[in-house]
Protein backbone atom coordinates (compact mmCIF):
# COMPACT_ATOMS: atom_id res chain seq x y z
CA UNK A 1 0.00 0.00 0.00
CA UNK A 2 2.75 2.51 0.58
CA UNK A 3 5.03 1.82 -2.58
CA UNK A 4 4.42 5.09 -3.31
CA UNK A 5 4.48 8.73 -1.52
CA UNK A 6 0.93 9.69 -2.68
CA UNK A 7 -0.32 6.72 -1.03
CA UNK A 8 1.16 7.54 2.15
CA UNK A 9 0.00 10.68 1.97
CA UNK A 10 -3.82 9.47 1.38
CA UNK A 11 -3.39 7.47 4.33
CA UNK A 12 -2.13 10.27 6.78
CA UNK A 13 -4.72 11.96 6.12
CA UNK A 14 -7.50 9.16 6.42
CA UNK A 15 -6.18 8.99 9.86
CA UNK A 16 -6.01 12.52 10.38
CA UNK A 17 -9.52 13.44 9.26
CA UNK A 18 -11.10 10.72 11.70
CA UNK A 19 -9.17 12.26 14.53
CA UNK A 20 -9.96 15.82 13.79
CA UNK A 21 -13.84 14.30 13.79
CA UNK A 22 -13.95 12.53 17.15
CA UNK A 23 -12.37 15.53 18.44
CA UNK A 24 -14.58 18.46 17.27
CA UNK A 25 -16.46 20.66 19.40
CA UNK A 26 -18.92 21.56 16.66
CA UNK A 27 -20.79 19.50 14.00
CA UNK A 28 -19.05 21.65 11.44
CA UNK A 29 -15.92 20.94 12.98
CA UNK A 30 -16.86 16.85 12.59
CA UNK A 31 -18.18 17.88 8.91
CA UNK A 32 -14.74 18.45 7.98
CA UNK A 33 -13.24 15.76 9.11
CA UNK A 34 -15.81 13.28 7.89
CA UNK A 35 -15.02 15.05 4.43
CA UNK A 36 -11.23 14.89 5.10
CA UNK A 37 -11.49 11.12 5.62
CA UNK A 38 -13.72 10.63 2.75
CA UNK A 39 -11.99 12.67 0.17
CA UNK A 40 -8.93 10.73 1.52
CA UNK A 41 -10.29 7.27 0.82
CA UNK A 42 -11.50 7.62 -2.65
CA UNK A 43 -7.99 7.54 -4.09
CA UNK A 44 -7.08 4.53 -1.69
CA UNK A 45 -9.84 2.66 -3.34
CA UNK A 46 -9.20 3.23 -6.92
CA UNK A 47 -7.45 1.05 -9.11
CA UNK A 48 -6.65 1.83 -12.73
CA UNK A 49 -6.36 -1.88 -13.56
CA UNK A 50 -9.52 -3.07 -11.84
CA UNK A 51 -12.74 -1.77 -13.03
CA UNK A 52 -14.83 -3.22 -9.74
CA UNK A 53 -12.87 -1.02 -7.45
CA UNK A 54 -13.29 2.12 -9.55
CA UNK A 55 -16.97 1.04 -9.66
CA UNK A 56 -16.79 0.60 -5.63
CA UNK A 57 -15.42 3.92 -5.15
CA UNK A 58 -17.98 5.48 -7.34
CA UNK A 59 -20.83 3.85 -4.97
CA UNK A 60 -19.40 4.72 -2.16
CA UNK A 61 -18.58 8.52 -2.94
CA UNK A 62 -22.01 9.02 -3.96
CA UNK A 63 -23.81 7.73 -1.17
CA UNK A 64 -21.38 9.41 1.55
CA UNK A 65 -21.30 12.86 -0.44
CA UNK A 66 -25.16 12.26 0.37
CA UNK A 67 -24.61 11.43 3.85
CA UNK A 68 -22.62 14.38 4.07
CA UNK A 69 -24.30 17.17 2.06
CA UNK A 70 -27.83 15.88 4.51
CA UNK A 71 -25.66 16.17 7.83
CA UNK A 72 -24.36 19.76 6.82
CA UNK A 73 -27.97 20.74 5.85
CA UNK A 74 -28.85 19.30 9.05
CA UNK A 75 -26.39 20.91 11.06
CA UNK A 76 -27.43 24.41 9.11
CA UNK A 77 -30.66 23.98 10.61
CA UNK A 78 -30.13 23.25 13.73
CA UNK A 79 -27.71 26.85 14.10
CA UNK A 80 -30.70 29.07 12.49
CA UNK A 81 -33.42 27.27 14.61
CA UNK A 82 -32.10 26.47 17.43
CA UNK A 83 -28.83 28.98 17.61
CA UNK A 84 -26.37 25.99 19.23
CA UNK A 85 -23.67 26.43 16.41
CA UNK A 86 -21.30 25.74 18.81
CA UNK A 87 -22.28 22.31 20.26
CA UNK A 88 -22.60 18.91 19.70
CA UNK A 89 -25.93 18.54 22.03
CA UNK A 90 -29.19 18.79 19.96
CA UNK A 91 -32.36 19.19 21.32
CA UNK A 92 -34.44 18.64 18.45
CA UNK A 93 -35.70 14.99 18.07
CA UNK A 94 -36.60 15.98 14.44
CA UNK A 95 -33.15 16.80 13.85
CA UNK A 96 -31.48 14.02 16.27
CA UNK A 97 -33.32 11.37 14.08
CA UNK A 98 -32.00 12.86 10.67
CA UNK A 99 -28.14 13.39 12.08
CA UNK A 100 -28.45 10.27 13.00
CA UNK A 101 -29.91 8.93 9.90
CA UNK A 102 -26.99 10.38 7.71
CA UNK A 103 -24.40 9.07 10.32
CA UNK A 104 -25.81 5.38 10.12
CA UNK A 105 -25.54 5.94 6.20
CA UNK A 106 -22.37 6.81 6.68
CA UNK A 107 -21.33 3.36 8.46
CA UNK A 108 -23.32 1.35 6.91
CA UNK A 109 -26.10 0.27 9.57
CA UNK A 110 -29.15 -0.91 8.33
CA UNK A 111 -31.48 0.12 6.46
CA UNK A 112 -29.15 2.23 5.48
CA UNK A 113 -27.20 -0.65 4.35
CA UNK A 114 -27.82 -1.12 0.37
CA UNK A 115 -23.93 0.12 -0.31
CA UNK A 116 -21.94 -1.38 1.47
CA UNK A 117 -22.08 -5.02 0.32
CA UNK A 118 -21.41 -3.87 -3.22
CA UNK A 119 -18.82 -1.75 -2.82
CA UNK A 120 -16.77 -4.16 -0.22
CA UNK A 121 -17.67 -6.60 -2.99
CA UNK A 122 -15.02 -4.98 -5.31
CA UNK A 123 -12.35 -3.81 -2.49
CA UNK A 124 -8.74 -5.68 -2.34
CA UNK A 125 -8.77 -6.60 1.37
CA UNK A 126 -6.57 -4.12 2.62
CA UNK A 127 -8.62 -1.74 1.84
CA UNK A 128 -11.96 -3.91 2.75
CA UNK A 129 -10.37 -4.03 6.29
CA UNK A 130 -10.12 -0.14 6.10
CA UNK A 131 -14.10 -0.13 5.80
CA UNK A 132 -14.83 -2.87 7.79
CA UNK A 133 -12.81 -1.30 10.83
CA UNK A 134 -11.63 2.22 10.31
CA UNK A 135 -14.24 3.96 8.33
CA UNK A 136 -16.54 3.15 11.40
CA UNK A 137 -14.99 4.71 14.27
CA UNK A 138 -15.79 8.21 13.72
CA UNK A 139 -19.35 8.08 12.65
CA UNK A 140 -20.21 5.94 15.70
CA UNK A 141 -18.38 8.33 17.96
CA UNK A 142 -20.46 11.18 16.43
CA UNK A 143 -23.41 8.93 17.40
CA UNK A 144 -22.87 8.27 20.56
CA UNK A 145 -23.40 12.21 21.10
CA UNK A 146 -27.16 12.37 20.86
CA UNK A 147 -28.33 8.49 21.07
CA UNK A 148 -30.41 7.48 23.44
CA UNK A 149 -33.01 4.68 23.62
CA UNK A 150 -36.74 5.12 21.81
CA UNK A 151 -38.23 3.73 18.52
CA UNK A 152 -36.24 4.09 15.94
CA UNK A 153 -33.16 3.55 17.30
CA UNK A 154 -34.45 -0.21 18.50
CA UNK A 155 -35.85 -0.21 15.05
CA UNK A 156 -31.97 0.56 13.48
CA UNK A 157 -30.39 -1.94 16.17
CA UNK A 158 -33.70 -5.04 15.42
CA UNK A 159 -32.79 -4.30 11.76
CA UNK A 160 -29.09 -4.03 11.67
CA UNK A 161 -29.24 -7.35 13.38
CA UNK A 162 -31.77 -9.13 11.37
CA UNK A 163 -30.57 -8.21 8.01
CA UNK A 164 -26.88 -9.11 8.99
CA UNK A 165 -28.11 -12.12 9.61
CA UNK A 166 -29.97 -12.70 6.91
CA UNK A 167 -28.03 -10.94 4.32
CA UNK A 168 -25.21 -13.28 4.11
CA UNK A 169 -27.04 -16.73 4.50
CA UNK A 170 -26.80 -17.72 1.34
CA UNK A 171 -23.61 -15.48 0.34
CA UNK A 172 -20.07 -17.16 -1.12
CA UNK A 173 -18.29 -14.15 -1.34
CA UNK A 174 -16.19 -14.08 1.50
CA UNK A 175 -16.06 -10.22 0.95
CA UNK A 176 -19.85 -9.85 1.32
CA UNK A 177 -20.22 -12.57 4.43
CA UNK A 178 -17.99 -10.14 6.13
CA UNK A 179 -19.51 -7.02 4.71
CA UNK A 180 -23.19 -8.38 6.26
CA UNK A 181 -21.12 -9.43 9.56
CA UNK A 182 -20.06 -6.02 10.01
CA UNK A 183 -23.76 -4.79 9.47
CA UNK A 184 -25.04 -7.92 12.25
CA UNK A 185 -22.10 -6.67 14.40
CA UNK A 186 -22.81 -2.58 14.01
CA UNK A 187 -26.43 -3.93 15.76
CA UNK A 188 -25.04 -5.02 18.47
CA UNK A 189 -22.43 -2.12 18.43
CA UNK A 190 -24.80 0.55 18.68
CA UNK A 191 -26.37 -1.29 21.59
CA UNK A 192 -23.31 -1.17 23.31
CA UNK A 193 -23.15 2.60 22.66
CA UNK A 194 -26.47 2.64 24.56
CA UNK A 195 -25.08 1.51 27.58
CA UNK A 196 -21.54 2.97 27.96
CA UNK A 197 -18.33 4.72 26.27
CA UNK A 198 -16.33 1.85 27.56
CA UNK A 199 -18.44 -1.13 26.39
CA UNK A 200 -18.56 0.36 22.81
CA UNK A 201 -15.09 1.10 22.61
CA UNK A 202 -14.25 -2.65 23.80
CA UNK A 203 -16.72 -4.16 21.99
CA UNK A 204 -14.96 -2.37 18.73
CA UNK A 205 -11.33 -3.73 19.55
CA UNK A 206 -12.59 -7.33 19.86
CA UNK A 207 -14.35 -6.78 16.74
CA UNK A 208 -12.01 -5.26 15.06
CA UNK A 209 -9.13 -7.56 16.22
CA UNK A 210 -11.16 -10.64 14.68
CA UNK A 211 -11.70 -8.85 11.73
CA UNK A 212 -8.12 -8.01 11.35
CA UNK A 213 -7.07 -12.09 12.01
CA UNK A 214 -9.58 -12.99 8.87
CA UNK A 215 -8.68 -10.33 6.61
CA UNK A 216 -4.39 -11.04 7.33
CA UNK A 217 -5.65 -14.94 6.16
CA UNK A 218 -7.44 -14.32 3.56
CA UNK A 219 -5.18 -12.20 2.07
CA UNK A 220 -2.28 -13.81 2.91
CA UNK A 221 -3.85 -16.90 1.06
CA UNK A 222 -5.48 -15.22 -1.62
CA UNK A 223 -9.20 -16.28 -0.84
CA UNK A 224 -11.86 -14.58 -1.76
CA UNK A 225 -14.46 -17.11 -2.14
CA UNK A 226 -16.04 -20.09 -0.11
CA UNK A 227 -14.81 -23.06 -2.59
CA UNK A 228 -11.19 -22.06 -2.58
CA UNK A 229 -11.01 -22.74 0.97
CA UNK A 230 -11.89 -26.07 0.22
CA UNK A 231 -10.31 -26.76 -2.96
CA UNK A 232 -6.64 -24.96 -2.41
CA UNK A 233 -4.43 -28.08 -0.72
CA UNK A 234 -1.72 -25.49 -0.33
CA UNK A 235 -3.21 -24.81 2.92
CA UNK A 236 -2.00 -26.95 5.81
CA UNK A 237 -4.54 -28.16 8.06
CA UNK A 238 -3.60 -26.15 11.27
CA UNK A 239 -3.78 -23.03 9.32
CA UNK A 240 -6.91 -24.09 8.29
CA UNK A 241 -7.79 -24.70 11.55
CA UNK A 242 -6.87 -20.80 12.80
CA UNK A 243 -8.93 -19.35 9.89
CA UNK A 244 -12.02 -21.60 11.07
CA UNK A 245 -11.90 -21.01 14.88
CA UNK A 246 -11.22 -17.47 14.26
CA UNK A 247 -14.65 -17.76 11.94
CA UNK A 248 -16.32 -18.95 14.65
CA UNK A 249 -15.07 -16.24 17.12
CA UNK A 250 -16.32 -13.61 15.06
CA UNK A 251 -19.88 -15.12 15.24
CA UNK A 252 -19.67 -15.09 18.83
CA UNK A 253 -19.34 -18.67 19.79
CA UNK A 254 -19.25 -19.11 23.97
CA UNK A 255 -15.91 -20.72 23.64
CA UNK A 256 -14.41 -18.19 21.89
CA UNK A 257 -12.92 -14.23 22.36
CA UNK A 258 -15.73 -12.52 20.52
CA UNK A 259 -18.21 -13.83 22.40
CA UNK A 260 -16.86 -11.83 25.67
CA UNK A 261 -18.25 -8.58 24.48
CA UNK A 262 -21.69 -9.70 23.41
CA UNK A 263 -21.76 -11.36 26.82
CA UNK A 264 -21.64 -7.94 28.32
CA UNK A 265 -23.85 -6.22 26.16
CA UNK A 266 -26.60 -9.04 27.06
CA UNK A 267 -25.82 -8.63 30.98
CA UNK A 268 -25.97 -4.97 30.78
CA UNK A 269 -28.83 -4.65 28.43
CA UNK A 270 -30.75 -7.04 30.82
CA UNK A 271 -30.25 -4.99 33.88
CA UNK A 272 -31.50 -2.00 32.11
CA UNK A 273 -34.46 -3.51 31.37
CA UNK A 274 -34.64 -4.15 27.50
CA UNK A 275 -35.72 -7.89 27.74
CA UNK A 276 -37.37 -7.46 24.60
CA UNK A 277 -34.80 -5.94 22.10
CA UNK A 278 -31.80 -8.63 23.67
CA UNK A 279 -33.80 -11.44 22.93
CA UNK A 280 -34.59 -10.47 19.55
CA UNK A 281 -30.65 -9.86 19.01
CA UNK A 282 -29.31 -13.09 20.56
CA UNK A 283 -32.18 -15.22 18.34
CA UNK A 284 -31.11 -13.48 15.06
CA UNK A 285 -27.36 -13.23 15.89
CA UNK A 286 -27.71 -17.08 16.10
CA UNK A 287 -28.33 -17.38 11.71
CA UNK A 288 -25.51 -15.65 11.42
CA UNK A 289 -23.70 -19.05 13.93
CA UNK A 290 -25.29 -20.82 11.99
CA UNK A 291 -24.23 -20.59 8.82
CA UNK A 292 -20.37 -19.83 10.25
CA UNK A 293 -20.84 -23.34 12.11
CA UNK A 294 -22.44 -24.39 8.68
CA UNK A 295 -19.36 -23.53 6.68
CA UNK A 296 -16.95 -24.35 9.30
CA UNK A 297 -18.67 -28.26 9.76
CA UNK A 298 -18.04 -29.10 6.50
CA UNK A 299 -13.83 -27.96 6.51
CA UNK A 300 -13.74 -29.84 10.26
CA UNK A 301 -15.59 -33.22 9.47
CA UNK A 302 -16.16 -33.81 5.84
CA UNK A 303 -13.93 -34.98 2.81
CA UNK A 304 -12.76 -32.12 0.38
CA UNK A 305 -11.21 -32.18 -2.55
CA UNK A 306 -8.07 -31.45 -3.78
CA UNK A 307 -6.63 -30.52 -7.38
CA UNK A 308 -3.67 -32.82 -8.00
CA UNK A 309 -2.10 -30.60 -10.63
CA UNK A 310 -2.05 -27.95 -7.85
CA UNK A 311 1.65 -26.02 -8.47
CA UNK A 312 1.95 -24.08 -5.44
CA UNK A 313 4.48 -25.11 -2.37
CA UNK A 314 2.64 -26.68 0.24
CA UNK A 315 3.12 -24.64 3.58
CA UNK A 316 3.38 -27.05 6.35
CA UNK A 317 4.26 -24.10 9.20
CA UNK A 318 2.12 -21.67 10.30
CA UNK A 319 3.36 -18.10 10.44
CA UNK A 320 3.76 -16.74 13.81
CA UNK A 321 1.08 -14.09 12.55
CA UNK A 322 -1.37 -16.44 12.49
CA UNK A 323 -0.03 -18.31 15.36
CA UNK A 324 -1.04 -15.30 17.23
CA UNK A 325 -4.39 -14.17 15.99
CA UNK A 326 -5.50 -17.67 16.57
CA UNK A 327 -4.45 -18.23 19.92
CA UNK A 328 -5.79 -15.11 21.02
CA UNK A 329 -9.24 -15.48 19.31
CA UNK A 330 -9.16 -19.04 21.12
CA UNK A 331 -7.95 -18.23 24.55
CA UNK A 332 -8.81 -14.63 24.53
CA UNK A 333 -12.17 -15.08 26.94
CA UNK A 334 -10.43 -17.47 29.05
CA UNK A 335 -7.59 -15.15 29.66
CA UNK A 336 -9.69 -12.46 29.97
CA UNK A 337 -11.46 -13.84 32.80
CA UNK A 338 -7.96 -14.89 33.98
CA UNK A 339 -6.76 -11.22 34.11
CA UNK A 340 -10.06 -9.54 35.76
CA UNK A 341 -10.31 -12.57 38.52
CA UNK A 342 -6.58 -11.49 39.48
Known amino acids: MFNNPTKFLFSFTLITGTLIAISANSWFGAWIGLEINLLSFIPLMTNSKNLLST ?5 YFLTQALASATLLMMVVLSALLISLPDSLLISSPFLITIISSTLMLKMGAAPFHFWFPGVMEGLNWLNGMMLLTWQKIAPLMLLSYNLTMNTFTAFIILASVLIGSLGGFNQTSL ?14 MISALLLGENLWIFYFSVYSFLTLALVYMFNNFKLFHLNQ ?12 FALFITLLSLGGLPPFLGFLPKWLVIQNMVQSGSLMIITLMVMMTLITLF ?11 LTYSETLWNTQVSQKNISPSTLIFSIGSTLGLFICSVIFNI
Open 55 to 59: EASLK
Open 175 to 188: RKILAYSSINHLGW
Open 229 to 240: IFSLNYISPINK
Open 291 to 301: YYVRTSFGAFM
